[in-house]
């Protein structure tokens, strides 16, 4: 260093000869006339070294190079410049990382590394004095920081211990901010080169890291007048994330160029009364458009990023309890506040008068408050869009997109004011949201832009000043919409969990952040702190719309609305949340008019009330909220579960992810917080009171039928209130609920109870010391509910139209079904109309013969309003008659309504009929007159009206089958009828016109029609009216049946020729008729004497059949039940005729049938002959003899009048025991006799179905058939028998002849001339069997074969599969060595028993060697000590104790469990403390055996139960109602408790009802009670056993693969049932659902008649469950039934 000025110093030569330092050129003024001193010094540094050092280590290097620095002194003006060339900071403590560059934690990029100056000004120059104090100039080159952890934490450690010197810090503390308040007016020019920020991953492993780029930073300021400027920007900000890729390093943007100007504007000395709105200091900033990106991996890097921040940060608990540390206290209050205004420099130099209280006094309050500060911020836009774990790259961005974020018109506001407060604004004009992911989604904007010129986002803070200062802030959100679908909203969750998921945990750093926080809390308890400072905030959100889509690629999907009208959070004092007009819709996009509402607009209001003192926390919460009212249909049910299940799909798949990444990451930690880091807290009791008051003021569930948006069922309750106490401690919550549900009877369109009026009460408990919950149901009222005929045809319906095909379901349009069709078939034009509230609605012209769909409300109208009641009627005007319109027709009931029609038309009131009849959920309203002709013929029939005269006065009508006519209104009472066939059946009109009297004086008649060939018989038609009351003597109200006098329908097996003889008339008519039709007999005369005989079509077996009366006129002759048919051997088979009457009238159907019939599918011939009661004489039976043609499976009629009992055999085997079908069903196994052998015959019967019933159908089949479902030729014989079968891959084989033992022992081998046979298998054990096959070359292993045992009908199905999991798998983890042979229960093994050696740790796959003995167990054995094990018995066994050799005991462990189909025997080493099986201590004075098995006793764990439920009734009753709305039967239980207990270990479960009875409730019932527990003697003093009684215990342990019951029982008391035939009538009337039985009334008489049905496998597997304790009581039953003829009266 120089301290004289040398005579050439302009430029400073450094030693290399580079230029370090160049001063400002200008020439050095000249000396005053006062003179004044010039010193100039020059300062070069070659180089300084730093090293820090900690305990001894290096932590890491400071390097500074080639530094200079030049100080010029003259007068009163100093000059500095500078040049520092190069700096450097090394780390010196990690190892050598895997790039080189992450050994320098700082290092310069560029040239050099900063320029310096400084310049100060004399004031008293006013040659150059520019009224600048002093100018500072700063250039740097950027610098390079390698955020490294280690490193950078123990440099942090180094500075903590550098506050020790304290007191040196605080007097250079001092110092600098007395020395920079004596500067002002100094002018800067800054230029900062950008700062370069790497954040390695992990700088040891990858060279992975993030780049910040902070930007140019410039800086600089003027003067003008008391203005100060200062413009000041940050230029080029840029993030990017690095990481290698392997063959190439990926460099993703993640901020970019991102410009940040700022102006700042300090003005001195304002005249706040003239400029009260002119701040201090203003300060406006402007930020270009940022735009980020950022992947799933640069977000966790960031997330890990934030911790590395928090871990360097940390301080070493050392350094926490240091004592100079702990001196640390705030700065004396004894020090001057303003030391710059106190000092002398500042009482010589300033140039204003001294400070007095002058303005304070001048300023009016209002006045004295002035903005200081004025922040103004603006950004035009942020945009930010997310990528998931796949976007590695920049050429996969584009497929891997989630999410863009954009924030438009970005401005904040802050003001600060003179008295210490603030307001602050916070503005986003428009906030989107847009799903970038890929896909052909059509709905991209999850947040669209806002539709309105508003503000979107809004706050408003403001915050007064002084001691007691308060803050309030308003948020505003103005019309929020989101429209998204579930995925963009999990991938979102995903994207923003995943860097919690994969994070891995720092059990260390978090041990002693831990540790220092509890030491932390140990501290001396200080006074508390007064908080005068008080924030309300108030949030508003106004016209909120969330709409969820089910699927975003269907323009017209399906989309669940919420709306919120106005949602308004305040809190000042207490929270207060108003949430008004809540509501759910449900509609379809683009198609706004279909929107439906699913659940109403509601108002919540919730208050929370919280106060805090000392000792004291209290909570109070009351919620109201208006009646929530849900309406759901099928549709928006389907909607629902959709959603609901693609957000299960979704959740699962995110589960299953983070689970995969939480395995992978989970690292071991230790813990290395020391315990007394807690010893010193202080324990403080606080008292906790919570209160919550929730009211309701209601609720109410509407069920929607589909189609026509009908409300179908109501469940409503009343205003109820939920009390919820202290849920941080004891909880307890009890409310009160009273409901009902009503359902809408669509045949009277009236609502009606299904569920009575009920109150129940809830209360709910918790423990606080084991947390165990405790729920209470329970209700003294009886709960009543009402099941009615008509509602189970409507629920029936209802559900009938339900369908699994979602997309159909949706796709209809709302209200697309209407409720009511009209048909009008008065014979004119109707003019129709509805009548409403607010009048008539608009008439509609209907033609006769048109039908319509017809609504009274709109379909949104219909769903959204329940009726009390229904109100429905309509206006009718006939067009073109006489007749007066007529105001209001009802048509909300189900039935026949006549309405007179006004005025008289020749002297007649004529009626119009409105004919309602419910079909589904539709009613059909039928306007006709009311004279209807019902054609039930299987022929077209023609009618036509005449006069008086039989001369035509309408047009001739044609009537089809099974269809209706109704005649015109004016032709009822004057017109005839004449009837004939259709036309081309070559018949003439009726002979008699039938004229209404007629048919009301005489209702049934004889209708000929004669044929146009003289030859031919007439054709007939039976005729029958029916009546509606005696109102019909004056008008008629007749139903004209108009049927076949005879119809003839064959339910024999085969196709017959029938003929019909009419004894008086003569005539006979003979037809082919097919098995199973009908053909109706249109030539014979009801009051004739008609005779039917028959003929089997085809046949050399069956004669023509005997004539039978099949109607008869006199009392003389009876109709035969009866047909003989005999055969050509004159054996007779007595063939049933049934006879079902048409109507009231006289005509019949009658039904051929044959009592019995056989199905032979034994391939052999059979013999059969019946058996007469009490008689052990056999008769031979008509029928087929040929022994080819009995093999066959042609169906073989059978009759037996004389009983049900029959004899038959097969092939040459003898005769069998006597075979009874008397019972409905039944299957059997017949044993048939033959020599050495014997057959097994599977018999099974049952009724045909539909109309076939009448006919029992018996099926022979094999009772054994073998099955070979392997790949292989397998050959099988019985046990002992010689013939050997071979049997072909997927074929089947038949067994039907065995040896006479009691066991059916079949063996397997593989065919060849040395065969080896399994072991044998029992066919007739049902279920599944495992043996070994050993194939014929002994080299190879034993293989599995399974054989299932099954049973189909009356056949055993053995079917024979290869299978790669054994039954059987034995585990020894014992150290111990055993002997295994397959054993019976006493453990006596046969003497060619294979035995296994089960060495220590190891484990052998098993099947039994004998499966076919009836006693299989597993005997273990170690020196000479056995035990006998049943491997099928789930669970851990008694331990198995034995002696080694050198006599010492040892004990092992015996466990079963399952593992799917294999049941694993695990044999363990004895741990006494994880076995439920404890050493039992033996008595004093008792000497233990060791082998006694009372040397172990089973330990129940005691279990603390989690919860415990009670469901406690008065009871429950249920009245079946027949569609009469009489009452048949009620079913009442009384006393119903049901207790559901759970524990860590088990589940139980207790049921107990008191009493159970069932009444009778017909009118005249001969048994009132018809099921009671029967009465207990009367000399018994205890209380009634409860009816009836269940407990299970369930036990909550997986480990064995099963549902482990430890406990079932099921008591019922004894029961008295009193049955009459009227109830049972009527019980069985009220099964006649329409719709329920749809399935079951299909008409088949055989089934399969050439294949036997194989066991059904295609129900998949159910829970396995284990009972290792089930107990079924006795059950006694006392029945009575009583015949009655019936006296109630049913339709």
């Known amino acids: 260093m120089s301290t004289f000025v040398p005579e050439k110093p302009a430029v400073v030569q450094p030693s290399n000869g580079d230029t370090l330092i160049v001063l400002p050129e200008q020439p050095i003024p000249q000396p005053t006339s006062g003179g004044s001193e010039q010193i100039r010094v020059n300062i070069q540094l070659q180089g300084v070294q730093v090293i820090l050092v900690n305990s001894g280590s290096n932590i890491a290097r400071l390097d500074l190079s080639k530094a200079a620095v030049s100080l010029l002194l003259q007068g009163n003006t100093l000059k500095i410049a500078g040049r520092l060339e190069d700096i450097s900071i090394t780390d010196e403590i990690s190892p050598q990382p895997s790039d080189n560059q992450f050994k320098q934690i700082l290092c310069r990029e560029g040239d050099h590394f900063a320029d310096f100056g400084y310049e100060t000004f004399d004031p008293n120059d006013a040659e150059n004095f520019t009224g600048v104090n002093s100018v500072v100039t700063l250039r740097t080159a950027a610098l390079r920081l390698n955020f490294l952890e280690k490193p950078l934490h123990e440099v942090y450690i180094f500075l903590l211990k550098l506050a020790r010197l304290k007191g040196l810090y605080d007097a250079a503390t001092q110092a600098a901010a007395q020395s920079v308040s004596e500067i002002t007016r100094m002018r800067f020019d800054v230029l900062v080169k950008s700062p370069i920020i790497v954040f390695p991953k992990d700088s040891s492993k990858s060279s992975d890291a993030l780049v910040l780029r902070l930007g140019e930073i410039s800086a600089r300021n003027q003067y003008d007048g008391p203005k100060g400027t200062i413009e000041a920007s940050l230029q080029g900000i840029g993030l990017t994330s690095q990481a290698n890729l392997g063959d190439r390093i990926s460099i993703l943007k993640m901020i970019d160029d991102v410009l940040i100007t700022a102006t700042v504007v300090q003005t001195e000395n304002v005249d706040h009364t003239a400029q009260p709105d002119v701040p201090d200091t203003k300060i406006i900033v402007n930020v270009s458009d940022i735009k980020l990106g950022l992947t799933q991996h640069q977000y966790c890097d960031l997330y890990l990023l934030s911790q590395a921040f928090t871990r360097v940060l940390a301080s070493p608990p ?382 109410r569930l509407v069920l929607i039928g589909e189609g026509h948006e009908q409300p179908m069922m109501h469940l409503k309750t009343k205003p109820f209130q939920v009390n919820v106490q202290d849920w941080t401690g004891p909880m307890r919550v009890s409310t009160a609920l009273a409901f009902d549900i009503n359902y809408w009877n669509l045949t009277n369109s009236h609502w009606e109870p299904l569920l009575e009026p009920w109150t129940f009460v809830v209360e709910v408990n918790k423990d606080v010391a084991t947390q165990a919950m405790r729920v209470q149901i329970s209700s003294p009222h009886v709960l009543s509910a009402n099941i009615s005929m008509t509602f189970v045809e409507l629920a029936l319906a209802a559900t009938s139209s339900w369908t699994s095909d979602n997309t159909r379901s949706l796709s209809r349009a709302r209200g697309g079904t209407p409720p009511y069709r009209i048909k009008n078939e008065t014979g004119s034009a109707l003019e129709i109309w509805s009548n409403t509230e607010a009048g008539p609605g608009m008439s509609t012209l209907l033609q006769h013969d048109q039908v319509i769909d017809w609504r009274f409300d709109d379909w949104r109208s219909l769903r959204e309003h329940v009726s009390s009641s229904g109100h429905n009627s309509i206006g009718i005007k006939f067009h073109g008659k006489e007749w007066d319109s007529i105001p209001s027709v009802t048509v909300d009931k189900e039935g026949q309504f006549p309405v007179i029609l006004r005025p008289r038309i020749d002297g007649v009131l004529h009626r119009l009929l409105c004919d309602v009849v419910v079909e589904g959920n539709l009613k059909l309203v039928t306007l006709r007159s009311t004279y209807k002709i ?376 593989y065919p060849g001339l040395n065969a080896i046979w399994s072991e044998p298998i029992n066919m007739e054990n049902i279920g599944s069997v495992h043996l070994r096959l050993q194939p014929n070359d002994q080299r190879t292993a034993p293989q599995l074969i399974k054989a299932d045992i099954e049973v189909a009908g009356a056949t055993l199905f053995v079917t024979l599969q290869r299978e790669t999991k054994w039954p059987f798998r034995i585990e020894n983890l014992s150290d111990h060595h055993f002997t295994m042979v397959q054993s019976n229960e006493a453990g006596v093994a046969k003497e060619k028993a294979p035995k296994y050696e089960l060495v220590p740790r190891s484990a052998i796959d098993y099947a039994w060697d004998f499966p076919a003995s009836s006693d299989k167990f597993l005997r273990l054995t170690i020196n000479g000590f056995s035990r006998t094990v049943q491997i099928t018995e789930i669970g851990s066994l008694l331990p198995f104790k034995f ?94 408790k049901l207790e559901y207990t759970m524990s860590d270990t088990s589940q139980s479960i207790n049921l107990s009802i008191g009493d159970i009875q069932l009444d009778n409730q017909l009118p005249e019932a001969t048994f009132q009670v018809v099921l009671q527990p029967s009465p207990l003697p009367s000399r018994r003093s205890a209380p009634p056993l409860p009816a009836v009684q269940t407990s299970i215990v369930l036990l909550n342990d997986k480990s064995h693969g099963v549902m482990f019951v430890k406990y079932a029982s099921i008591l019922l008391q004894s029961l008295t049932i009193m049955l009459d035939e009227d109830f049972l009538m009527e019980i069985l009337d009220m099964t006649k659902i329409k719709g329920a039985w749809q399935g079951l009334d299909e008409d088949v008489l055989i089934r399969e008649p050439n294949l036997i049905p194989e066991p059904d496998k295609s129900a998949p597997p159910g829970q396995e469950i284990y009972f290792e304790g089930l107990l079924l009581q006795p059950l006694r039953f006392i029945v009575s039934f009583v015949r009655a003829e019936r006296t109630t009266q049913t339709t």
């Open 318 to 699: 050392e350094a926490e309890t240091s004592p100079a540390v702990q001196s640390a206290a705030p700065p004396s209050t004894n020090l001057p506040q303003k030391g710059a205004l106190n000092s002398k420099t500042s009482e010589q130099n300033a140039p204003v008068a001294p400070v007095d209280l002058v303005p304070e006094i001048a300023l009016s309050p209002r006045q004295s408050i002035y903005p200081t500060l004025d922040l103004e911020l603006k950004i035009t836009t942020i945009k930010l869009q997310l990528f998931d774990d796949k976007a590695l790259s920049e050429e996969n961005l584009r497929s891997s997109g989630i999410a863009r974020f954009a924030l438009q018109d970005n401005s904040v506001r802050f003001k600060m004011y003179s008295n210490g407060g603030g307001e602050a604004e916070v503005i986003l004009k428009s906030f989107t949201v847009t799903n970038t992911m890929p896909g052909p989604s059509k709905f991209r904007e999850i947040i669209p832009p806002a539709k309105h010129d508003r503000n979107q986002f809004m706050v408003l803070f403001t915050m007064t000043g002084g001691k007691e200062s308060s803050s309030l802030a308003i948020v505003t959100i103005e019309s929020p919409k989101l429209l998204f679908t579930l995925d963009p909203l999990f991938a979102l969750g995903n994207f923003f969990s995943s860097a919690f998921v994969s994070a891995p945990s720092s059990t260390p750093d978090a041990a002693t952040v831990t540790a220092m926080t509890t030491k932390s809390k140990a501290a001396p308890e200080s006074p508390p702190v007064r908080e005068d400072s008080t924030l309300a905030f108030r949030i508003d959100l106004n016209d909120v719309s969330v709409t969820l889509l089910e699927s975003d690629t269907d323009i017209n999907s399906q989309a669940v609305q919420l709306s919120i009208r106005q949602l308004m959070m305040s809190q000042q004092g207490s929270l207060a949340l108003n949430i008004m007009q809540l509501g759910m819709s449900l509609g379809q996009m683009g198609k706004p008019d279909e929107s439906v509402r699913f659940m109403d607009d509601i108002d919540i209001t919730l208050s929370m009330e919280s106060k805090h003192t000392m000792a004291l926390q209290r909570t109070s919460i009351d919620l109201s909220a208006k009646p929530i009212v849900f309406r759901a249909s099928q549709q928006d049910i389907n909607l629902i579960l959709a959603i609901v299940t693609r957000a299960t799909q979704l959740a699962a798949q995110s589960a299953s992810g983070a689970s995969q990444v939480d395995a992978a990451t989970s690292k071991p930690s230790i813990s290395k917080t020391k315990s007394q880091a807690f010893a010193t807290e202080k324990p403080q009791l606080i008292v906790s009171t919570e209160k919550l008051c929730a009211s309701f003021d209601g609720f």
């Open 934 to 1309: 019902d054609n039930e013929c299987l022929y077209p029939l023609e009618v036509i009206l005449v006069d008086d005269h039989n001369k035509p006065a309408y047009a001739l009508q044609k009537i089809d089958a099974k269809q209706s006519y109704s005649l015109p209104i004016e032709a009822v009472m004057r017109n005839r009828i004449k009837i004939r066939p259709d036309a081309g059946f070559g018949f003439g009109w009726s002979a008699e016109s039938f004229k209404w009297e007629d048919l009301t004086k005489r209702p049934n008649h004889i209708v000929t029609c004669r044929s146009q060939d003289p030859a031919n018989a007439p054709f007939r038609l039976s005729l029958w009216a029916e009546r509606g009351g005696d109102k019909s003597r004056t008008y008629p109200k007749l139903n004209i049946k108009l049927y076949p006098p005879v119809e003839l329908e064959n339910l024999l097996p085969f196709d017959i020729r029938y003929r019909v003889h009419d004894k008086a008339s003569g005539t006979s008519s003979t037809e082919f008729l097919r098995q199973g039709g009908i053909f109706p007999i249109h030539t014979v005369t009801l009051d004739h004497l008609v005779l039917l005989n028959i003929a089997i079509q085809d046949s050399g077996v069956w004669k023509p059949s005997n004539f039978m009366i099949i109607n008869t006129n006199t009392s003389e002759f009876t109709r035969d039940k009866r047909l003989i048919l005999p055969d050509v051997n004159g054996r007779q088979l007595e063939l049933g005729l049934n006879y079902i009457p048409h109507g009231p009238g006289d005509s019949f159907k009658v039904q051929i049938y044959s009592p019995y019939i056989i199905i032979n599918k034994t391939g052999l011939p059979f013999e059969i002959r019946s058996v007469a009661k009490m008689s052990m004489n056999a008769r031979e039976v008509a029928g087929e003899t040929r022994k080819d043609e009995l093999a066959k499976t042609t169906p073989f009629m059978l009759s037996n009048t004389s009983g049900h009992e029959f004899v038959l055999k097969i092939g040459n085997s003898e005769w069998s025991e006597t075979l009874d079908v008397e019972a409905p069903t039944a299957e059997t196994d017949l044993v048939l006799p033959a020599r050495n052998l014997e057959g097994h015959l599977g018999v099974s019967w049952t009724p045909g179905s539909g109309k076939y019933a009448c006919s029992k159908v018996i099926t022979l089949a094999p009772r054994f058939i073998v099955k070979n479902s392997t790949s292989a030729i397998l050959r099988y014989r019985e046990y002992g028998g010689a013939e050997q079968i071979d049997l072909q891959p997927g074929s089947t084989s038949p067994i039907l002849w065995t040896r006479r033992e009691p066991d059916k022992l079949l063996l397997i081998a």
């Open 1443 to 1536: 002696l080694l050799p050198e006599r010492s005991s040892r004990t092992v462990a015996l466990d079963i469990r399952a593992d799917g189909s294999t049941q694993i025997l695990s044999i363990t080493n004895y741990n006494e403390e994880r076995s439920v099986y404890k050493r039992a201590r033996a008595p004093t004075g008792r000497q233990e055996t060791l082998m006694s098995q009372e040397a172990f006793e089973a330990v129940q764990e005691d279990s603390t139960p989690s919860l415990t439920l009670f469901l406690i009734l008065e009871g429950f009753g249920l009245s079946l109602i027949n569609r009469s709305l009489v009452e048949v039967v009620h079913f009442s239980a009384k006393a119903f």
